[in-house]
């Protein structure tokens, strides 16, 4: 057998390997592990020393076992041992060991430092080396807390070997990365900068990605590196394809590096100085011509590697966005790619010029290529190549090409692949939008969307063909009249009976002169759909028979009978029967008057962001989504003007309720409070009375009639406002005294209840983001506060206060932040704090600073809460039960019963209740649906013991879960807070 | 300009979030990790990589975006790309933002290839089974913190030699 005899070394480990490969069941094979393992556990405890040999291969073959996927509780001690040997191999192993099975076992790490600081200080360069892949592998706060000081000296000493200084870079950008708090650069910025001409390129390429990151962080301290990256970055262009020698990789010189370099470019904007300016561009024209030289190489490596700075070099052009000529040489070059017989140019083609149509210089270019993007978009064989046709397709459309676009669209939708329907449901019904010189266009566009991807079109989608209808006068009619052509489909899909039940309950009057859509004949039409339908979509037809009684007194009868019958009047739903009830009432005994006014037409609705635009955003992820906003301006000319307010925004406010589900951006697409579905809410309050307090559906109250008719505005979330939106303008206090929490501060505290990192808060101007950790009773908090305006915040102030009791029960420290922050900029604060004693209020972040002459004034809530200072306890069923009952008396318990306000999903809760710091104990609760957890909170004063059991109910139907949380302590007040604080999380 | 997420969830962070070498039945020959994952984590992360990344063929490209959680603590999702090569039968993966330089680390993959290929002399699947803990030792030359550490391919060879010869 060949390959045993390349295991050089240790062939008790090759013959072992051999052995499992030969093992013919999954049970052999344990019994030959089993075996291993007894055989190692023998030799480690045995009463002979072990030679270096021996404990070398013992650790290679646990480390075997381990990789296998099985567990190892032995061998660290062993493993720990071979890093002081002094053999090359012996170490190896030891800290290879190390590296993949480390873990917080805090007596070892003292011993793993302790060896690694042998290593670093024995002026041996392979065991340095070593030592330090041994730390940029684990990368804990324990190293960096050891060896942040003595690495950046490893790094620019004169005296060390170019692989060590390799390896020391990397080391200390993971040490940065984890811990930047403990790697302080300033004194050796200007050192570290200067690698960038070191002799050896291996050191340059190792040092420029720490420089990188390091000049994302902090561009000004590392600006120097600009020109030294340039004038790198033209020697290495400039060679001749065999002058580097060893980096010279199929014929292209330096590729990787080159790639670095140019990445390392975009954390600056162009250079100022104009020599270092002329050098770059004459690097960056080199680049493009030499994409147009014939290959020196057929090899594929060759192009690969050339096109990889081509492509880096293309997104340094597009980051300048300042040079109209080598912006369009780029869009030319990438035209040429979109028909490349190698799929991976024609997607990297794709996918650049995307963000190449967002240029003002390149729009036009990237335009011309329209025909062979659409192409691609019918005949690519692979999806994420299709995908990124659809994406460009998307971006370049303008007002020159929106129809053949979304045309184009729509008829791909109608064979496109499942996974990107619902994406390009969404970017139709933008554009069409967007670019809609006349409104029915629009409106058939959308009908379409319906009709062909029904499935696939969101709330959001017809929510907004209804915002848009209702704003505009102009297009009411065609509207009324289209979908009621559109109904006359023997099958038609919900969503268009809910537009059309919509439509023409408010402007069913505008084709009711033509008898062919007399309103007896609408009426029919609509109810012919009713029985199909869902809830959601009856009671909103209900609603919409309600306003033809208005609309048409001549209704009146046969609406009423319909209400009347038995199916309606006395349905099982309670939504239903209650509106049938409500509008049989309403229609009996309101005056002709009355009811006019209470179905009145609805009023306009508020200007917003497209909330489809929102919903966009979120399922492209951050990033996708540059090239929508830019053109927040133009939005506002579709539908009417912001200052037709009135009604409808009080309704919304009212309707939209934040849930605590909501995400990072705030929007909720996933769960919009609309009109018709609380109406599950009261159902549950019904059912579940003695539920309490919590069980109570924030829907109930404005729940009576005529609440389907609110339903388009629902789904904006009152956290995101869209760049048009006038009432959005961050809260504007004169008075210089900190301005009460906003509103919402409450709610931002409970998305951070189970997590420790995330976007605080974020408005216009302002994004504050938090990343925390916790040990024992100390905690430290860093909030990033990021200046989304290009314009600077004078003044800039934070102030963080401990109100009332929680002053004796928090310690909490911060430094000032500079008063300064340019626009773009992120500044970062650290907070100390420090638990004494258990406390129920968080400590207030309050903001201030100056935008443009007006104070901003702003005050939140820190997502401090006691939860966090929890130990997670593991314990077995036995001493779980017994402190249970130890906690029996009643002031120790604290109870919850509440409805579900998302799914049970199993994985979901586990993450919330082990992110909420307490331990997770399987096969504890006789039942295995229950959850039960354990912890203790440590403050100075004392340590709190604190039990938890979570029963959910998940056999119910959606919309009715419900959960009984249950909270034993040892301390009253704790067992109500976290039972308070953790009811929110589900 | 917007934020969209915090600086240390954006790039740049760690390039390389993971390597994985599988072979087609989906056995790992290697996986390095860049970033704090737990072993359930890592064992799903390995089985929808060999799900992705196996259903392609030679006319797709040689690059997947898949969806994975930006932290381990913020029960946040994020894009990620996978780019891999097919050798033979096996995998090789290279797991990076979807902001990173595609071709650069399908190149990279290759680099590190021909090198597995010099040092173990024509390498094959089963040389990664027996000396996996020298695998290690090339990938650490090569990569280092998820970042590129050296791309000679002399270099690294020599520097392998010279830790042969060592005891």
Same mark, same amino acid.
């Given at each position: 057998?060949?390959?045993?005899?390349?295991?050089?070394?240790?062939?008790?480990?090759?013959?072992?390997?051999?052995?499992?490969?030969?093992?013919?069941?999954?049970?052999?094979?344990?019994?030959?592990?089993?075996?291993?393992?007894?055989?190692?556990?023998?030799?480690?405890?045995?009463?002979?020393?072990?030679?270096?040999?021996?404990?070398?291969?013992?650790?290679?073959?646990?480390?075997?076992?381990?990789?296998?996927?099985?567990?190892?509780?032995?061998?660290?001690?062993?493993?720990?041992?071979?890093?002081?040997?002094?053999?090359?191999?012996?170490?190896?192993?030891?800290?290879?060991?190390?590296?993949?099975?480390?873990?917080?076992?805090?007596?070892?790490?003292?011993?793993?430092?302790?060896?690694?600081?042998?290593?670093?200080?024995?002026?041996?360069?392979?065991?340095?080396?070593?030592?330090?892949?041994?730390?940029?592998?684990?990368?804990?706060?324990?190293?960096?807390?050891?060896?942040?000081?003595?690495?950046?000296?490893?790094?620019?000493?004169?005296?060390?070997?170019?692989?060590?200084?390799?390896?020391?870079?990397?080391?200390?950008?993971?040490?940065?990365?984890?811990?930047?708090?403990?790697?302080?650069?300033?004194?050796?910025?200007?050192?570290?900068?200067?690698?960038?001409?070191?002799?050896?390129?291996?050191?340059?390429?190792?040092?420029?990605?720490?420089?990188?990151?390091?000049?994302?962080?902090?561009?000004?301290?590392?600006?120097?590196?600009?020109?030294?990256?340039?004038?790198?970055?033209?020697?290495?262009?400039?060679?001749?394809?065999?002058?580097?020698?060893?980096?010279?990789?199929?014929?292209?010189?330096?590729?990787?590096?080159?790639?670095?370099?140019?990445?390392?470019?975009?954390?600056?904007?162009?250079?100022?100085?104009?020599?270092?300016?002329?050098?770059?561009?004459?690097?960056?024209?080199?680049?493009?011509?030499?994409?147009?030289?014939?290959?020196?190489?057929?090899?594929?490596?060759?192009?690969?590697?050339?096109?990889?700075?081509?492509?880096?070099?293309?997104?340094?052009?597009?980051?300048?966005?300042?040079?109209?000529?080598?912006?369009?040489?780029?869009?030319?070059?990438?035209?040429?790619?979109?028909?490349?017989?190698?799929?991976?140019?024609?997607?990297?083609?794709?996918?650049?010029?995307?963000?190449?149509?967002?240029?003002?210089?390149?729009?036009?270019?990237?335009?011309?290529?329209?025909?062979?993007?659409?192409?691609?978009?019918?005949?690519?064989?692979?999806?994420?190549?299709?995908?990124?046709?659809?994406?460009?397709?998307?971006?370049?459309?303008?007002?020159?090409?929106?129809?053949?676009?979304?045309?184009?669209?729509?008829?791909?939708?109608?064979?496109?692949?499942?996974?990107?329907?619902?994406?390009?449901?969404?970017?139709?019904?933008?554009?069409?939008e967007k670019y809609a010189v006349d409104y029915s266009w629009y409106v058939d566009t959308?009908?379409?969307?319906?009709?062909?991807?029904?499935?696939?079109?969101?709330?959001?989608?017809?929510?907004?063909?209804?915002?848009?209808?209702?704003?505009?006068?102009?297009?009411?009619?065609?509207?009324?009249?289209?979908?009621?052509?559109?109904?006359?489909?023997?099958?038609?899909?919900?969503?268009?009976?809910?537009?059309?039940?919509?439509?023409?309950?408010?402007?069913?009057?505008?084709?009711?002169?033509?008898?062919?859509?007399?309103?007896?004949?609408?009426?029919?039409?609509?109810?012919?759909?009713?029985?199909?339908?869902?809830?959601?979509?009856?009671?909103?037809?209900?609603?919409?028979?309600?306003?033809?009684?208005?609309?048409?007194?001549?209704?009146?009868?046969?609406?009423?009978?319909?209400?009347?019958?038995?199916?309606?009047?006395?349905?099982?739903?309670?939504?239903?029967?209650?509106?049938?009830?409500?509008?049989?009432?309403?229609?009996?005994?309101? +005056?002709?008057?009355?009811?006019?006014?209470?179905?009145?037409?609805?009023?306009?609705?508020?200007?917003?962001?497209?909330?489809?635009?929102?919903?966009?955003?979120?399922?492209?992820?951050?990033?996708?989504?540059?090239?929508?906003?830019?053109?927040?301006?133009?939005?506002?000319?579709?539908?009417?003007?912001?200052?037709?307010?009135?009604?409808?925004?009080?309704?919304? +406010?009212?309707?939209?309720?934040?849930?605590?589900?909501?995400?990072?951006?705030?929007?909720?697409?996933?769960?919009?409070?609309?009109?018709?579905?609380?109406?599950?809410? +009261?159902?549950?309050?019904?059912?579940?009375?003695?539920?309490?307090?919590?069980?109570?559906?924030?829907?109930? @109250?404005?729940?009576?009639?005529?609440?389907?008719?609110?339903?388009?505005?629902?789904?904006?979330?009152?956290?995101?406002?869209?760049?048009?939106?006038?009432?959005?303008?961050?809260?504007?206090?004169?008075?210089?005294?900190?301005?009460?929490?906003?509103?919402?501060?409450?709610?931002?505290?409970?998305?951070?209840?189970?997590?420790? @990192?995330?976007?605080?808060?974020?408005?216009?101007?302002?994004?504050?983001?938090?990343?925390?950790?916790?040990?024992?009773?100390?905690?430290?908090?860093?909030?990033?506060?990021?200046?989304?305006?290009?314009?600077?915040?004078?003044?800039?102030?934070?102030?963080?206060?401990?109100?009332?009791?929680?002053?004796?029960?928090? @310690?909490?420290?911060?430094?000032?932040?500079?008063?300064?922050?340019?626009?773009?900029?992120?500044?970062?604060?650290?907070?100390?704090?420090?638990?004494?004693?258990?406390?129920?209020?968080?400590?207030?972040?309050?903001?201030?600073?100056?935008?443009?002459?007006?104070?901003?004034?702003?005050?939140?809530?820190?997502?401090?809460?006691?939860?966090?200072?929890?130990?997670?306890?593991?314990?077995?069923?036995?001493?779980?039960?017994?402190?249970?009952?130890?906690?029996?008396?009643?002031?120790?318990?604290?109870?919850?019963?509440?409805?579900? +306000?998302?799914?049970?999903?199993?994985?979901?809760?586990?993450?919330?209740?082990?992110?909420?710091?307490?331990?997770?104990?399987?096969?504890?609760?006789?039942?295995?649906?229950?959850?039960?957890?354990?912890?203790?909170?440590?403050?100075?004063?004392?340590?709190?013991?604190?039990?938890?059991?979570?029963?959910?109910?998940?056999?119910?139907?959606?919309?009715?879960?419900?959960?009984?949380?249950?909270?034993?302590?040892?301390?009253?007040?704790?067992?109500?807070?976290?039972?308070?604080?953790?009811?929110?999380?589900? | 300009?917007?934020?969209?997420?915090?600086?240390?969830?954006?790039?740049?962070?760690?390039?390389?979030?993971?390597?994985?070498?599988?072979?087609?039945?989906?056995?790992?020959?290697?996986?390095?990790?860049?970033?704090?994952?737990?072993?359930?984590?890592?064992?799903?992360?390995?089985?929808?990589?060999?799900?992705?990344?196996?259903?392609?063929?030679?006319?797709?490209?040689?690059?997947?975006?898949?969806?994975?959680?930006?932290?381990?603590?913020?029960?946040?999702?994020?894009?990620?790309?996978?780019?891999?090569?097919?050798?033979?039968?096996?995998?090789?993966?290279?797991?990076?933002?979807?902001?990173?330089?595609?071709?650069?680390?399908?190149?990279?993959?290759?680099?590190?290839?021909?090198?597995?290929?010099?040092?173990?002399h024509n390498v094959c699947e089963l040389d990664l089974v027996f000396n996996f803990y020298?695998?290690?030792?090339?990938?650490?030359?090569?990569?280092?913190?998820?970042?590129?550490?050296?791309?000679?391919?002399?270099?690294?060879?020599?520097?392998?030699?010279?830790?042969?010869?060592?005891?």
């Open positions: 057998m060949p390959a045993v005899s390349k295991g050089d070394g240790m062939r008790g480990l090759a013959v072992f390997i051999s052995d499992i490969r030969n093992c013919k069941s999954k049970e052999a094979e344990i019994k030959r592990i089993n075996k291993e393992l007894a055989n190692i556990r023998s030799k480690f405890k045995g009463d002979k020393a072990l030679d270096g040999y021996s404990k070398k291969k013992y650790v290679c073959k646990l480390l075997f076992i381990f990789l296998l996927g099985h567990d190892i509780d032995f061998g660290h001690m062993e493993a720990v041992n071979l890093l002081s040997s002094n053999k090359y191999t012996e170490k190896q192993i030891g800290y290879l060991f190390i590296s993949v099975l480390v873990n917080s076992n805090s007596e070892l790490i003292r011993l793993i430092n302790n060896a690694i600081k042998n290593d670093l200080s024995s002026r041996n360069p392979t065991f340095m080396c070593l030592a330090l892949h041994c730390i940029a592998n684990v990368g804990s706060r324990e190293m960096a807390e050891a060896f942040a000081g003595e690495i950046p000296r490893i790094l620019v000493a004169g005296d060390t070997m170019d692989s060590v200084k390799q390896s020391a870079a990397l080391c200390l950008l993971r040490l940065y990365k984890a811990s930047p708090d403990l790697v302080l650069m300033g004194e050796w910025t200007s050192r570290v900068v200067h690698l960038l001409n070191d002799q050896h390129m291996g050191v340059v390429t190792a040092a420029i990605s720490l420089i990188t990151c390091l000049s994302s962080k902090n561009p000004d301290e590392f600006k120097t590196c600009v020109s030294l990256a340039v004038s790198r970055l033209s020697r290495i262009v400039s060679s001749a394809s065999t002058d580097l020698q060893d980096y010279t990789y199929y014929f292209v010189p330096a590729p990787w590096l080159s790639c670095k370099l140019l990445r390392l470019l975009q954390c600056y904007p162009p250079p100022e100085d104009g020599a270092v300016k002329g050098r770059l561009v004459e690097c960056l024209e080199t680049i493009l011509n030499k994409a147009q030289e014939p290959p020196k190489s057929k090899k594929v490596q060759h192009s690969n590697a050339k096109n990889a700075i081509l492509f880096e070099a293309i997104s340094l052009i597009i980051h300048y966005d300042s040079e109209p000529n080598l912006l369009v040489r780029a869009c030319n070059q990438l035209g040429q790619f979109l028909q490349h017989r190698e799929t991976n140019l024609r997607y990297l083609a794709l996918e650049s010029m995307c963000t190449l149509a967002s240029s003002e210089f390149s729009h036009e270019a990237v335009k011309t290529h329209i025909e062979t993007v659409i192409n691609a978009l019918k005949t690519e064989r692979d999806v994420s190549v299709r995908q990124r046709a659809a994406d460009l397709l998307y971006a370049m459309c303008d007002r020159s090409n929106a129809k053949q676009i979304v045309a184009e669209m729509l008829s791909y939708l109608e064979t496109a692949d499942y996974s990107i329907r619902e994406e390009m449901v969404l970017k139709v019904a933008i554009l069409a959308i009908l379409n969307l319906i009709r062909i991807a029904g499935d696939y079109v969101s709330e959001e989608v017809w929510y907004r063909v209804i915002q848009i209808v209702i704003n505009r006068d102009d297009v009411q009619g065609y509207a009324a009249k289209t979908v009621f052509e559109a109904l006359q489909a023997p099958a038609c899909h919900e969503n268009m009976v809910k537009v059309g039940g919509y439509i023409l309950g408010e402007f069913g009057n505008l084709i009711a002169g033509d008898p062919r859509s007399s309103p007896l004949v609408q009426f029919n039409l609509l109810h012919s759909k009713f029985h199909l339908c869902s809830v959601p979509t009856r009671a909103l037809l209900l609603s919409a028979y309600i306003k033809f009684i208005n609309l048409f007194p001549e209704t009146k009868a046969t609406i009423q009978e319909v209400l009347r019958s038995d199916s309606q009047i006395r349905n099982s739903d309670v939504e239903l029967q209650q509106r049938a009830v409500e509008y049989l009432k309403l229609s009996s005994i309101a +005056s002709t008057d009355v009811l006019a006014t209470v179905l009145e037409e609805m009023p306009p609705f508020p200007e917003r962001e497209s909330s489809i635009l929102a919903k966009l955003k979120k399922k492209k992820g951050p990033g996708a989504v540059t090239v929508e906003l830019e053109d927040g301006k133009e939005r506002g000319e579709l539908n009417g003007g912001g200052d037709r307010g009135g009604d409808a925004a009080i309704a919304a +406010s009212n309707a939209s309720t934040p849930s605590p589900s909501a995400d990072l951006l705030g929007l909720r697409s996933t769960a919009p409070v609309s009109g018709t579905t609380p109406s599950a809410g +009261s159902l549950l309050v019904d059912v579940f009375s003695e539920a309490g307090p919590s069980a109570t559906s924030a829907g109930v @109250n404005d729940d009576g009639f005529l609440s389907a008719l609110h339903a388009p505005e629902a789904s904006d979330s009152p956290l995101v406002e869209g760049p048009g939106d006038s009432d959005s303008a961050p809260p504007t206090v004169a008075s210089e005294d900190p301005a009460p929490p906003l509103p919402e501060s409450d709610e931002l505290l409970n998305k951070f209840v189970c997590k420790n @990192n995330g976007v605080l808060f974020e408005n216009q101007l302002l994004q504050i983001g938090i990343k925390s950790e916790y040990r024992q009773n100390l905690g430290r908090m860093y909030l990033f506060y990021g200046n989304k305006t290009s314009v600077q915040f004078v003044s800039f102030n934070t102030t963080v206060s401990c109100p009332g009791e929680l002053q004796s029960q928090l @310690n909490v420290q911060t430094k000032t932040v500079e008063p300064l922050v340019e626009g773009g900029a992120q500044v970062q604060q650290v907070i100390n704090i420090e638990c004494l004693t258990d406390f129920i209020d968080a400590p207030l972040l309050n903001i201030k600073f100056r935008y443009g002459g007006a104070l901003q004034n702003i005050s939140l809530k820190l997502p401090v809460t006691i939860n966090k200072f929890f130990q997670p306890t593991e314990m077995a069923a036995a001493d779980f039960f017994q402190r249970w009952k130890q906690l029996s008396q009643p002031q120790q318990e604290a109870q919850k019963i509440f409805k579900a +306000s998302h799914g049970m999903d199993t994985e979901v809760l586990k993450a919330k209740l082990l992110g909420l710091g307490t331990a997770l104990l399987e096969n504890v609760d006789p039942n295995p649906e229950n959850y039960v957890c354990a912890g203790v909170i440590q403050t100075k004063a004392q340590q709190v013991g604190c039990l938890l059991r979570l029963e959910p109910n998940a056999q119910a139907q959606p919309g009715e879960q419900m959960y009984r949380l249950t909270l034993r302590s040892s301390k009253d007040t704790v067992s109500q807070r976290v039972c308070d604080l953790l009811a929110e999380q589900f | 300009i917007t934020f969209l997420t915090l600086h240390f969830l954006s790039s740049p962070a760690i390039q390389i979030r993971f390597i994985l070498i599988q072979n087609r039945a989906g056995k790992t020959r290697l996986a390095k990790w860049y970033m704090q994952f737990d072993d359930d984590e890592k064992q799903k992360l390995i089985e929808e990589v060999h799900a992705v990344v196996t259903v392609r063929d030679a006319k797709h490209t040689n690059f997947v975006e898949v969806r994975l959680y930006a932290c381990l603590s913020c029960l946040q999702f994020r894009n990620f790309k996978i780019i891999y090569r097919r050798y033979a039968g096996l995998y090789f993966c290279i797991c990076v933002d979807v902001t990173d330089n595609n071709l650069a680390y399908l190149e990279g993959i290759h680099n590190f290839v021909e090198v597995l290929n010099e040092y173990f020298k695998v290690y030792t090339v990938v650490d030359e090569m990569f280092l913190a998820g970042e590129i550490r050296e791309t000679s391919q002399t270099k690294v060879l020599k520097q392998l030699l010279m830790l042969q010869s060592l005891e």
